[in-house]
């Protein structure tokens, strides 16, 4: 019996419907300032993520309450110099692009692909040089106290 392939559209289709039917869509802001569901999630190397990567790997942070902002595979980790805490999982992030092939036609073509890879957070990795650890600001009520960051920006856009 083969084991069933793994299917990268259906992965991040189920995740973000566990998302929303748990109530907490990964792209939906707190009410505090700071937190993993507003940092955006970046690459081992300070490249940020983009597209559907955001929310899968907000999604993670949030379920797991990691803090920073990096992200890399057990690989990276290593040749940095971490190592994986034993019994950490990691997430799925999805790497789009093409690949030329010949068609029927013998005209060279562009098809597009989907791959999956595996990526842990820095919180998951001990042993990283202190950059990689990069924090967000700590929450703060923005509720209906009086804010002096906030109370200043809006002095100065004239609001």
């Known amino acids: 019996m083969t084991a069933e392939k793994f299917d990268v559209y259906s992965h991040v289709t189920n995740q973000i419907i566990a998302q929303i039917e748990a109530g907490t869509p990964p792209w939906r802001k707190p009410w505090t300032g700071g937190g993993a569901s ?3 999630p970046e690459r081992f190397n300070g490249e940020a993520y983009r597209g559907i990567n955001i929310l899968m790997l907000w999604a993670t942070a949030m379920a797991k309450d990691y803090s920073s902002a990096r992200w890399m595979t057990f690989n990276q980790a290593k040749q940095l110099g971490g190592h994986v805490r034993k019994g950490e999982k990691s997430a799925t992030v999805v790497k ?6 010949e068609d029927e036609n013998g005209e060279e073509r562009q098809i597009p692909y989907a791959k999956a890879y595996r990526v842990f957070n820095a919180d998951q ?9 990069i ?10 106290l009086a804010d002096p960051a906030l109370e200043a920006f809006f002095a100065a856009s004239d609001a």
């Open 38 to 40: 507003v940092s955006l």
């Open 96 to 101: 789009y692009g093409t690949v030329e092939r």
């Open 125 to 133: 990795i001990e042993g990283l040089p202190a950059e990689f650890y």
């Open 135 to 144: 924090l967000p600001d700590p929450p703060r009520d923005l509720g209906t």
